[in-house]
Each structure stands twice: as C-alpha cells, then as structure tokens.
C-alpha cells in the first residue's frame, strides 16, 4: 500500500508543514513503481460522487468508484495517482478535506492490477507502517479488529503538534484507509466516532 501512504504524507506535509517525507520501500509486496507517476487533481463531484448535507452542517459523501459513503464536515477533493510496476499498473485514490479548527480528514483505497497477489494481513500492517514513518510520528496504540465483517487495523499516532487516529480495512483486494487529525489538546472524540462509524462499503 506504499502509493496510498506515500499521497497521504506529501499532502499532509504540504498542508501542515510537518516536515520531510520517507519512501522507503514498505515491508510487504506493494508494488515499487518502475516510472514516474503520472498524479491528475479534480474535485471530487467530477467523479460522479455526491454530497448531501444534512442538519448539522455535515454531508454524506458518497463515492460511486470508491463504493463507500461517509459523513463529513464538507466535500472532499479527490487526488488520483495511476503507477506502472514491475506487477502490473495500480491506482491510488486519495479523497482529501481539511476542516476549521485544522483538523484534516482523509479516506483513500488502492486498485491493483488482477494478476498481482500480496499478502492481506501484511498490506494492513505496511500501510500502518508506512503512515507512521511518513509523517514522522509516534506509534500509539494499534489493534487488529474486524469493522463491519471486514479484517482491518486500528491504530493512534502523534507528531510533536497533532494526533492521528486511522482505520485500514482489507475490502477483497482493495485496501482502504481512512484518518482523521487533529492538534494536541483538541477533543475530537465527537467528529472522530461520527466519521468512523459512518464510513460504510458497498463492495457489489
């Protein structure tokens, strides 16, 4: 899940200045890429994706290529990364939102190429791994878990400023992740739980 992390430390780091990325190569099968990729930004309704909102101010984002909804303070941005590999080309999906106070919000999945296999429980503990070092933050707490049937990875982390608390979920050979971060000493635990809990897959 190398390409997922990677998307997800540049644009925190570019968003909240959190310093120098690593992209060492992760410890499971993820694809090295062989070529630089080629990365297109759209919004996310673009995408035929939609956001409804509701009383609270919040909206539910729903993404018909990434099957999932979730409810969030607003609409996100979508970036979108294709890669060729040795293994075959894969995409990366990277839905992006930062809120006031400076909270951020991300959700993102990767689709690899039908011939490459990897090892399911090691792709969630690369992407955990990955995402720590990416944005040079201090493990916490992590816990396999299984969310809504699905075999996943809950885990906290901190920088000097913030505390990021994530959720991967293997969903068949996609891997999605999904993390909210906010600065020390703000309690999120009201827009975490309400982000969290309503992020559903529709895997048909």
């Known amino acids: 899940m190398k390409k997922l992390l990677t ?8 968003s ?5 990325q690593e992209h060492g190569r992760p410890r499971s099968n993820t694809p090295a890429p062989t070529s630089t990729p080629a990365i297109t930004r759209t919004p996310a309704t673009t995408m035929r994706d939609t956001s409804v909102p509701d009383s609270t101010g919040w909206v539910r984002f729903t993404s018909g290529q990434g099957r999932f909804s979730v409810l969030m303070p607003g609409a996100p941005t979508d970036n979108v990364e294709t890669t060729q590999s040795e293994h075959g080309p894969y995409t990366t999906h990277l839905f992006i939102l930062k809120d006031i106070p400076p909270s951020v919000y991300l959700i993102g999945w990767v689709d690899y190429d039908p011939s490459f296999n990897f090892n399911r429980q090691a792709e969630l503990e690369a992407n955990r791994d990955n ?7 201090t493990l916490l707490t992590s816990s396999p878990t299984t969310i809504d049937g699905y075999q996943a990875i809950e885990f906290v982390c901190e920088t ?6 994530s959720r991967v979920y ?8 999904i993390v909210i971060g ?8 009201v827009q975490t739980s309400r982000f969290f809990n309503s992020f559903k897959i529709n895997p048909s």
């Not at 997800?8 to 780091?13: E, G, N, P, Q, W």
């Not at 000097?160 to 608390?165: D, L, N, P, S, T």
Request: no cysteine; glycine share 10%; net charge positive.
């Open 182 to 189: 906010t600065p020390k000493g703000q309690d999120d635990s």
């Open 160 to 165: 000097a400023e913030r505390v990021f608390k």
């Open 131 to 137: 995402f720590v070092k990416g944005i040079q933050a």
């Open 7 to 14: 998307i997800s430390a540049i644009t925190l780091a570019l």
């Open 16 to 20: 909240y200045s959190l310093g120098a």
């Open 170 to 177: 293997m969903v068949g050979r996609r891997p999605y992740q």
